[in-house]
């Protein structure tokens, strides 16, 4: 996860907002991914956003992309408990090889 | 119904034995790899194996040594196991390497601790 950086750990109240932040260094990706990882579970593919968008929307879900600054964000609305998780972006490169960020461990009080 | 599916979950073993991981997908998918999560929850991509060509991360030691009957199938076997060889790893399938967008497919990770 050199590559690609996220923060280490997020805390917030159930009810408000998350947003998870991540960097990347390939500026050729073509797509972007975030991964949640629940514990003792694999790697859950949440949603994505391909290169020439700034912004997707998901339900509950919003990617926001500046590809000048190569910055990527997740923001889950109304957040539960069950929205604890690890979250992984991901950039992809050439063959569908993805790098990981190091994950971002959110914690969602009650 | 699992799509991705690794077995053992749990592997304990001593230092210098060799061991394998196996690993099977049932989505038809073409493309196949092995992850390594370290215990700071760090993935890196060990190997990428599309049925036509095995990629190999040259950081991999080639103690590990990836085997592939069939296109659904793609196991890990690893010799004269080191105690940094403990990490949880994961397999995950693809439809197409080749594709634009190919998100890949996880299963739930095989914890191996080494002795």
């Known amino acids: 996860g050199e590559d690609v950086e996220q923060s280490l750990f997020l805390s917030v109240r159930e009810g408000d907002s998350s947003v998870i932040n991540c960097t990347y260094t390939d500026s050729s990706s073509t797509y972007l991914y975030w991964y949640k990882q629940e514990p003792g579970a694999g790697l859950q593919l949440l949603t994505y956003i391909f290169s020439n968008m700034d912004m997707k929307q998901d339900q509950r879900l919003t990617v926001l992309l500046n590809k000048k600054d190569k910055h990527l964000s997740l923001r889950i609305a109304d957040t539960q408990t069950g929205d604890s998780a690890i979250y992984f972006c991901a950039e992809r490169h050439a063959g569908n090889m993805l790098t990981f960020g190091g994950g971002t461990r959110l914690m969602v009080k009650p | 119904d699992t799509a991705v599916s690794q077995t053992p979950k749990y592997l304990v073993t001593q230092m210098g034995n060799d061991k394998s991981i196996k690993c099977e997908q049932n989505?038809?998918?073409?493309?196949m790899y092995w992850y390594k999560q370290d215990s700071k929850k760090f993935l890196k991509i060990m190997f990428s194996y599309n049925n036509k060509e095995l990629i190999i991360n040259e950081t991999v030691p080639n103690r590990f040594s990836p085997k592939s009957p069939d296109k659904a199938h793609l196991n890990l076997h690893i010799n004269s196991l080191e105690l940094g060889d403990s990490a949880v790893y994961f397999c995950?399938?693809?439809?197409?390497?080749?594709?634009?967008?190919?998100?890949?497919?996880f299963g739930n990770g095989t914890r191996l601790t080494v002795t």
């Open positions: 989505l038809g998918h073409d493309t």
């Open positions: 995950a399938s693809s439809q197409d390497s080749t594709r634009v967008n190919s998100p890949l497919h």
